[in-house]
């Protein structure tokens, strides 16, 4: 009968498919679904942010059962993990290194989808479900860092959440809110550990589920930006330029498991605190509300973000301020918008840049934080280049990658230092680019001669 699914008739497997469809689930996104045959080693990542999730689960689980969320005893709860439980110590440094491990393979993953376009039409949900999933890890992560109860944990919880009182009207109360007291104690301690333990993991799996279904609805994309389905097919009707992702890409992920375990491996047994920027060594003196570290830095994975908070001071928002009204008087005479949005867009910037100089510049440094994380999820709508790939953009707009990836790094680098008016200027002009690559993303990305895309993938075999 047309449209009924195949069903194994015999044995286990069989008495299973009759109950539950595990061999057309397997069959759908496995062994009959076709990936482009041209994946590098950058698509690598995408499997490696499964594995790194599975272990930092299943590591997370040993660590429950002897830890305790309590203001007294959380700090000596994971020494006595370290010193006592049998392979604590190894269980812990897995934890703690699978944390940092997991931001290094979602950066290059989403790198992968900057390169290639990955978030271009119809990926586009794909894309969205992928920074819902960075956003979550970020929590995942702020919230798991308190849980040590060492000296940067707690002052670094508390200098964040201080961070929410800035926010006009609400911000006070919300930080009350967050934090369960008029300070970081052991309310917040009981309240992250829930949150950390239980309630974002159930939405990073959920996202992660929403991920991939997502991905295997449209297809993957691939180094080339070409669409298999759009193709030519075979005589069974799949794509030439695909191939089985089973067992064709499991094998060739697992080479890349093999290599990631081998360094993961490497950290762990040689050097966990990795000099301080996996496990601050602040972090292993216990928490002390009455004296302060004289100098408080969140762990390297937040740093980037951390120094375009301290960037914005009350004399940038004036430059700030510039820019937006340069931004609407720039929509209204030049851009192609038409209706109502001339009108509305302009307007809307040159109230922000009035607010820019009327409200508290650590309001802004809060705003500007959190933007460089939201305006990634409108990357599928800011790119209006002719094609996907970086492969066929003209040579300047590889340039233009390669100074993002910089600037990341470097403001990575100056949030882990002490501020001062020469590193506080480079963070600034650092921000200004960071911004300035997406918001402008819609002009440049337009600009320049591109090469021609091919009608299939480029293939050569290894």
């Not at 009924?4 to 595990?22: A, N, Q, S, Y």
């Not at 594995?51 to 709860?77: C, E, H, R, W």
Request: net charge neutral; aromatic share 18%.
């Amino acid at each position: 009968m047309a449209g009924e699914k195949t069903v194994e008739t015999t044995g286990f497997l069989g008495w299973i498919d009759r109950r539950f469809p595990l061999t057309a689930l397997f069959k759908e996104h496995m062994s009959e679904y076709y990936a482009p045959k041209n994946f590098n080693f950058w698509y690598f990542f995408g499997s490696l942010a499964l594995l790194v999730l599975v272990i930092q689960v299943v590591t997370g689980i040993f660590l429950v059962m002897n830890y305790k969320p309590d203001a007294n005893l959380a700090f000596y709860s994971v020494e006595f993990i370290m010193r006592e439980v049998s392979w604590g110590w190894l269980i812990r440094y897995i934890h703690s290194t699978g944390a940092s491990m997991f931001f290094v393979v979602v950066y290059l993953h989403m790198l992968r989808g900057l390169f290639y376009g990955s978030y271009r039409k119809p990926r586009e949900l794909v894309w969205v479900f992928g920074m819902a999933i960075f956003l979550s890890l970020m929590g995942e992560a702020f919230m798991g860092y308190l849980l040590p109860w060492g000296q940067m944990s707690y002052w670094g919880a508390q200098v964040i959440v201080n961070l929410f009182s800035a926010i006009p009207f609400i911000g006070p109360e919300l930080s009350l809110w967050i934090r369960g007291d008029y300070v970081v104690s052991d309310a917040t301690l009981n309240r992250f550990f829930a949150f950390h333990v239980i309630a974002i993991p159930l939405i990073l799996i959920g996202l992660v589920v929403a991920h991939i279904i997502a991905l295997h609805e449209v297809g993957s994309n691939n180094p080339d930006g070409v669409e298999i389905k759009d193709g030519p097919k075979d005589a069974n009707g799949h794509p030439v330029d695909g191939i089985p992702f089973h067992p064709y890409y499991t094998v060739h992920d697992i080479v890349g498991v093999a290599g990631f375990l081998m360094i993961f491996a490497a950290i762990v047994f040689f050097g966990p605190e990795m000099g301080g920027y996996f496990l601050e060594y602040n972090n292993f003196i216990p928490a002390d509300s009455l004296k302060t570290p004289p100098h408080i830095a969140p762990v390297w994975y937040f740093t980037p973000f951390y120094a375009m908070l301290r960037a914005i001071t009350s004399d940038f928002t004036w430059v700030l301020a510039a820019c937006s009204l340069l931004g609407a008087i720039w929509l209204f005479l030049k851009a192609n918008m038409k209706g109502v949005w001339r009108i509305i867009v302009p307007l809307v910037l040159i109230i922000i840049a009035i607010l820019m100089r009327t409200m508290d510049a650590k309001f802004w440094g809060v705003v500007t934080m959190g933007g460089s994380v939201v305006v990634l999820f409108f990357l599928p709508w800011l790119d209006h280049s002719p094609v996907r790939s970086i492969r066929y953009r003209p040579g300047w707009h590889k340039f233009l990658y390669a100074v993002l990836i910089v600037v990341f790094l470097v403001l990575g680098f100056l949030g882990t230092q002490p501020p001062n008016p020469t590193l506080n200027a480079i963070s600034q002009i650092g921000t200004l680019i960071y911004f300035g690559f997406f918001l402008l993303m819609p002009v440049w990305s337009r600009l320049g001669t591109f090469k021609k895309v091919p009608d299939r993938i480029t293939f050569h075999a290894h």
